[in-house]
């Protein structure tokens, strides 16, 4: 009798250990490996941009790449001047889980950026360094910065966060088609870009969804676009 | 359990004492490093696409 309580009182202190490291892991843990894999891939992609930048004073840099986006690896970085001046994260290619774990992740089947299409992207809003975490403070006319080494790419945001379910694939359609379609932002083709993120906070019934429009572009040779400066 | 444990490690008090210590350290090196991002999946803080592609199922 004894040695049957005393084991199930050790059961039950080893799955309340397991529990709070459980916790500890997903609140602190994957915060400090998702700022260390974010700054890898941002200081990685930054090296790499820079043994391709043309010599000064040699032609110009040819038009944008057209190269494809290899998965699971970055080939953008944005910024988000509403999250803070210094917010920016790398842009990976795919959506799995383990690309989620070190940036923000392309939809594989959605436009390239910059070009005419959908580019979508989708990223936690907590755990995993909390890159989202901020987002139901988007508001339209926003910035949304991005940089694939050669040009700045500045879009603009059309509407405040749109809740909606999980399945709402049309969101991130070439020209955003939400099942609710008087939230519809756009009409025609266009060079869009999709934001995804999870709500509530911490749950998984709904998605927000926030869609801008390609504003403007520089040259990387030109210094940070206007939205960055100040 | 611990009981057993602790009476199968080898050496005095402080021996076995640091040997535990290197064993709890060990059991979170794993469940750290392979279990919790195995498991994280399965849980739904990380469901934040619109095509299930990177939703746990």
Redesign the interface.
Known sequence: MRVLV??FS??CITIGA?IV??VV??LF??GIEADRATAGEIGSLRADWAAKAPEPGSAPAPGPTTAAYEPGEPFAVMHIPRFGKDWDRPVLQG???G???RGL?H?A?TGRLGATGNFAV???????GDP?KDFPELRPGDEVVLTDGTTWFTYRIANRPHR?V????G??EPVPRPLRREVAPFDEPGRYLTL???EPE???SH?L?VWAHLDATHPVTDGKPPALRS | ???WIWRHLPGNAWVRAALSLVLVLAV?YV??QYV??W???LL?????????????R
């Open positions: 005393r084991t050790e059961l397991l490291l459980f892991h997903l843990w994957t959506t799995e889980p690309v989620l774990r992740g939809y089947s989708a990223g936690h809003r907590r755990t995993h989202f909606t999980p399945g709402d694939i969101v991130i995804t993120t999870c911490w749950g998984s998605r969804v | 359990m611990y009981g979170v469940l750290f919790f991002p498991a994280e999946p739904p803080f990380g469901d934040v696409t619109v095509d299930g592609e990177g939703a746990a």
